[in-house]
Antibody, heavy 120, light 107 residues
């Protein structure tokens, strides 16, 4: 089935950077796409970034240009680095596994998330 | 980018009721539409993918329909554990996007 566990969140000063990590078990990140989705307190889900099986990446508009998603196949992890943090980056950040089915794709496995609070 | 609009944003209903949530895409997404359920303090869980396909273990009282730009999620007979927030998501093109959510509350 698989398991995802995020880490790296915490209280971050505005303007600084944070590196979030997602550790996968029960499957390999080299064989799947992995994404980051965030949720600000009391708000809805916002898609942040994805790294596909072959390494291609895409980013959401709100983080484009100041974020990098990467993976380490040997450690079976996917990281998200976000720089120039602002108050509106405050959210719980979830890691999710992408599953491809005929004619569609969806996120079938999610971690519990790691909270990021941007405040001075 | 594709915008997803869900309605209603909140809904009060009773156990046993039939409820329908709608989701509209800003352009044709064929059947690249997924539905997720989220309970407070928990990560989302997929219910329906490809507009109408059941994810493993999802009860048959949940059903999805639609294609193109208009989609619906129907719960045929609400159970106590169904009170949660529901999100649609398009997976047709990046950046992927979610609807704003529908909070289903007990009447």
């Amino acid at each position: 089935e698989g398991l995802l566990v995020e880490s790296g969140g915490g209280l971050i000063q505005p303007g600084e950077s944070v590196r979030l990590s997602c550790a996968a078990s029960g499957f390999t990140v080299s064989s799947n796409s992995l994404a980051w989705v965030r949720q600000a307190p009391g708000r809805g889900l916002e898609w942040v970034a994805v790294i596909f099986r072959e390494g291609r990446t895409h980013y959401g508009e709100s983080v484009r240009g100041r974020s990098t998603i990467s993976k380490d196949n040997s450690k079976n992890t996917v990281d998200l680095e976000l720089s120039g943090l602002r108050a509106d980056d405050t959210a719980r950040y979830y890691c999710a596994r992408g599953l491809t089915a005929p004619g569609t794709n969806y996120y079938d496995l999610w971690g519990p998330g790691t909270p990021v609070t941007v405040s001075s | 980018d594709i915008q997803m609009t869900q309605s209603p944003s909140s809904l009060s209903a009773s156990v046993g009721d039939r409820v329908t949530i709608t989701c509209r895409a800003s352009q044709n997404i064929f059947s690249y539409l997924n539905w997720y359920q989220q309970k407070p303090g928990k990560a989302p869980k997929v219910l329906i993918y490809g507009a109408s396909k059941y994810h493993s273990g999802v009860p048959s009282r949940f059903s999805g329909s639609g294609s193109g730009t208009d989609f619906t999620l129907t719960i045929s007979s609400l159970q106590p554990e169904d009170f949660a927030t529901y999100y649609c998501q398009q997976s047709y093109s990046v950046p992927l996007s979610f609807g704003g959510g529908t909070k289903l509350e007990i009447k």
